[in-house]
């Protein structure tokens, strides 16, 4: 009996709904709902204003950012031994003579294939020979460039023993 109570209900219900809507239109699916993104976590909202009141607002970092340091381009080194660092120099031998004005320093250079002999008083980027022996070179640090020597000196030696620096 409340099979039939049901299923008469059911096709009660199915002929009002058809009654009600009119001809051609179809059932009105419900919308999706508008869903909006939450704001990041850390936002602020668009209509803030902070009213200070004579204190800091305390979301502002009090202490400053540093001022962005302007780096010169770096210069162009020249070509051959005047554009060779120390630090980048190997010397790879030296060439003695019986008259000391003939005495030579190999000098190689990464990125070259030649190596380039140096006499005293040769200058090369940041240094200028100061003196050559049978195993070592001394070289007067200069500022990068110029011809100003200072008070530095650097001694490399030809064959360096084992935790030295070459």
């Known amino acids: 009996m409340i099979y039939r109570v049901s299923i008469l209900s ?14 051609g239109q179809k059932p009105a699916t419900p919308a999706a709902p508008v869903v909006e993104e939450p704001p990041p976590v850390l936002s602020v909202p668009k209509d803030y204003k902070y009213d200070a009141r004579g204190r800091r607002d305390p979301f502002v970092n009090p202490v400053p950012r540093p001022k962005a340091v302007v780096v010169a381009p770096p210069t162009a080194r020249p070509a051959g031994l005047k554009g060779v660092l120390v630090n980048e120099a190997t010397i790879t031998g030296v060439v003695t003579s019986a008259d000391p004005s003939m005495t030579r320093v190999i000098i190689s250079a990464p990125g070259t294939k030649t190596p380039y002999f140096a006499h005293v008083g040769d200058q090369l980027y940041d240094a200028v020979v100061k003196s050559i022996s049978l195993d070592a070179v001394t070289f007067a640090l200069t500022a990068p460039g110029t011809n100003e020597k200072s008070s530095r000196e650097l001694v490399r030696k030809v064959r360096p023993t084992p935790g030295e620096e070459k």
């Open 10 to 23: 059911l096709i009660l219900i199915t002929a009002l709904s058809l009654v009600a809507l009119p001809q």
